[in-house]
Every structure is written in structure tokens, then in C-alpha cells.
């Protein structure tokens, strides 16, 4: 299965873009790119999804490289409760199953 | 409002005793899927459902049994077999599997710790 890797961590401040990477090296043609983050003690929520064009939603943005190998969300201002765990997961048809790895943790200064 | 419900939110397992774990959902998804998250970790699969009466194995369902007698429910037991249970186990639906394009949504977790 095709893998995602993301940076353990990251800091932002209030107010302020945060732009979350994420490496897809091995991902196939018909991988969907899905963000979901997770506060303490819940479920993971739904973010974004996308194939191959950016994508906009209410939440954020996501940008996917022209090669997809690399993807990032955009949270374009950075609130206190934008304070969660952020997972980027490729999504495949096979078993329909999500492949979850290790997250960013995405802390936010006031 | 629609959802999936879990319960209990915290529940006690006692060596050599099964539990179960509900888990609910009223969105009219067809496919039910367990994850199950240990600290400071991502999600692993449990097991998965794509509709009515039919189950498949996850990554990690050594120890665990499921079933999907109805479409609303897709409950989870956890078996003496399985030998660290302590963790949070997380239910998820989608409204139709093998489409990837659709987001899953989730419960808030049942906490299964070991007494």
C-alpha cells in the first residue's frame, strides 16, 4: 500500500497560514489524498479530499503537487481550535480502507 | 442530527472476558468500519464492512470478532484472544464502499482498559 509521510510536529501562531506538508511518493493513479485531524479524545474529522486539481472548502485548502507525489493543507488563519493532530491519507478502492500513519501534531500560539 | 453513536465511552475488561462495543450509525452508509488508535499513534483497521451480513478482516483481527446483522449497527468484541486490549477504539462509516472519494465519518471512541 502506498504511503504517506508528515512532519511529527509543527508550530504556528494565531491568525497567521499554516501550510501542512505531506509526501505521497508511491502513491497510484487512483489514489483520492485525504485530510483528516483529530483533537484529544475524539474521532478523526473529515478536512479536504482531492484527485489531482487544488481544492477549496469552508475548513481549508489543498494544494497536490503536479506529480502528486506531495500534497499540503492550507488553513489560511490559524485559530486556537485548529489545535489537532492532522493526518494526510491516501485513500484507495481496494478494500476501501484508509491507511492512517502518524499524523502532524499542529500546535497554535495565541 | 445524524451520526454514529459509540458506547460506552469507558469500558473495564477483566482478564479472560469478552466485551463488546457498540457502535450506530444513522446516516444510511452502507460500509461500517473499527479502528483501533494506541496512544501517540495513528488509526489501524480492525475490521470492515460493506454492507448487510458481510464482514472482512482488517490489518490487525487477530482477536476480534464483529458482526452486521443490521445496517444501522456494527458491533465489536473484543476476545480474551487478544492479548492487549488497552486502547481506543474508534468506529467509522462511509455512504458506499469502493468509491474513494468519499470522506468516512466517525464516532468519539470507546477507552477499553485492561483491570
Known amino acids: 500500500d502506498a504511503k504517506t509521510t508528515q512532519p511529527n510536529s509543527m508550530e504556528s501562531n494565531e491568525e497567521e497560514p499554516v501550510h501542512l506538508p505531506c509526501n505521497h511518493s508511491?502513491?497510484?493513479?487512483?489514489?483520492?489524498i485525504h485530510w483528516y485531524r483529530q483533537l484529544p479524545s475524539q474521532g478523526p474529522e473529515y478536512v479536504i479530499h482531492?484527485?489531482?486539481s487544488n481544492v477549496n472548502n469552508r475548513m481549508a485548502s489543498l494544494a497536490i503537487a503536479e506529480d502528486r507525489k506531495s500534497s499540503t493543507l492550507i488553513l489560511h488563519r490559524a485559530t486556537l481550535r485548529d489545535a489537532a493532530v492532522y493526518y494526510c491519507?491516501?485513500?484507495?478502492?481496494?478494500?476501501?480502507?484508509?491507511?492512517f500513519g502518524g499524523g502532524t501534531r499542529l500546535m497554535v500560539k495565541p | 442530527d445524524g451520526g454514529i453513536t459509540q458506547s460506552p465511552k469507558y469500558l473495564f475488561r477483566k482478564e479472560g472476558q469478552n466485551v463488546t462495543l457498540s457502535c450506530e450509525q444513522n446516516?444510511?452508509?452502507?460500509?461500517m468500519y473499527w479502528y483501533r488508535q494506541d496512544p501517540g499513534q495513528g488509526l489501524r483497521l480492525i475490521y470492515y464492512?460493506?454492507?448487510?451480513?458481510?464482514?472482512q478482516k482488517g490489518d490487525i483481527a487477530e482477536g476480534y470478532s464483529v458482526s452486521r446483522e443490521k445496517k444501522e449497527s456494527f458491533p465489536l468484541t473484543v476476545t480474551s484472544a487478544q492479548k492487549n486490549p488497552t486502547a481506543f477504539y474508534l468506529c467509522?462509516?462511509?455512504?458506499?464502499?469502493?468509491?474513494?472519494?468519499?470522506?468516512?465519518?466517525f464516532g468519539d471512541g470507546t477507552r477499553l482498559s485492561i483491570l
Open positions: 508511491t502513491i497510484s493513479g487512483t489514489d483520492y
Open positions: 491519507i491516501l485513500y484507495n478502492n481496494a478494500g476501501n480502507m484508509l491507511t
Open positions: 446516516l444510511n452508509h452502507d460500509a
Open positions: 482531492g484527485l489531482t
Open positions: 464492512s460493506q454492507i448487510v451480513n458481510d464482514f
Open positions: 467509522a462509516s462511509s455512504p458506499n464502499s469502493g468509491l474513494s472519494n468519499q470522506p468516512q465519518h
